[in-house]
């Protein structure tokens, strides 16, 4: 059997490495190195990294022997960068988020239909005033993109009785969707929309999709969810929109910068969630889950899971 080095660059390398351990992955080799010379001298050896696109993309130039790289992470962006080689299969952990991302969808929705912070506010003053609201049962939920977290997402909200609409690059249908469509149709489908939820990776084809022109389609009163990447959306457009009663709110864990500047109007809007980058957290113990089943695939020739393709950028 063909003997396989794996060197460990992510900041969870001892959770990382007792994980492994466990696994029964023939032929593989666990580097963990903490000090840099050590990195150094282990980078030659390895065929195999596992870790943060960050750190991924800082050793890539030194990992000579590099055949496959498994990212921790679902977005991948930092590897993409035309600078980049890209003479290697990378791997990223998509499929794994779909039930976070749908616990912080409606986990937020709820809040803001329900009032519940406004009802806390009441609490705290004693005071008993209750607020009309509208159910979600009717609505119309837009995601934009179809895959596995769009999914999840989508079989949700059906079973809140809403209406789901979705954007993908072909049109093609998916499970839990009442309809999809091709990106040409958003502005039209934009204007039925009562929530809009972005699952979008940052692609040539995504970045500044949410402009200021496209952003005049909203109806005034949508929530809109940013939970995939934060370069879909113009930030100053979203900023006046809200200002101006052009949208009704903005839940935004995925900012263009992060951390979002401490300067920015959204932190002090009324009518924006601003949460860190947190919707969908990446568990050391789904990832090796995933890195195992995609090891034993790897030694077998067989097509890994979450492979990225390098030129449609997902």
Known sequence: MAKHTLLLLSQDNAQYKALLQNAYLPGL????????????AALPRADILLGEPARLRARLKTATALKWAQSTYAGVDLLLDPECRKDYQLTNIRGIFGSLISEYVFGHLLALTRHIRHYKEQQRL????????????????????TGSIGQHVAQTAKHFGMTVLGINR?????PGFDNTYQ?????NILSRADVVVS??????HTRGLFNNERIKHFKPSAI???????????????????????????VLDVFATEPLPAASPLWDMPNVVITPHNSGYSFPEQIVTRFSRNYLRYIEGKTMEGVVDFHLGY
Request: zero cysteines; glycine letters at 10%; proline letters at 8%.
């Open 183 to 187: 990106l040409p149709a958003l502005n």
């Open 224 to 250: 809109f969810f940013n939970v995939g990447r934060g370069d879909v959306i113009d930030e100053g457009a979203l900023i006046e929109a809200l200002r101006h009663g052009h949208m009704g709110a903005a």
């Open 170 to 174: 072909t049109g093609r249908e998916a």
């Open 29 to 40: 080799t666990i580097l963990a190195p903490e000090q840099e010379a050590d990195i150094q």
């Open 199 to 204: 699952v979008l990776p940052s692609t040539p």
């Open 126 to 145: 004693h005071n008993w005033q209750p607020l009309p609201y509208q159910s979600l049962n009717g609505k119309t939920m837009l995601i934009m993109g």
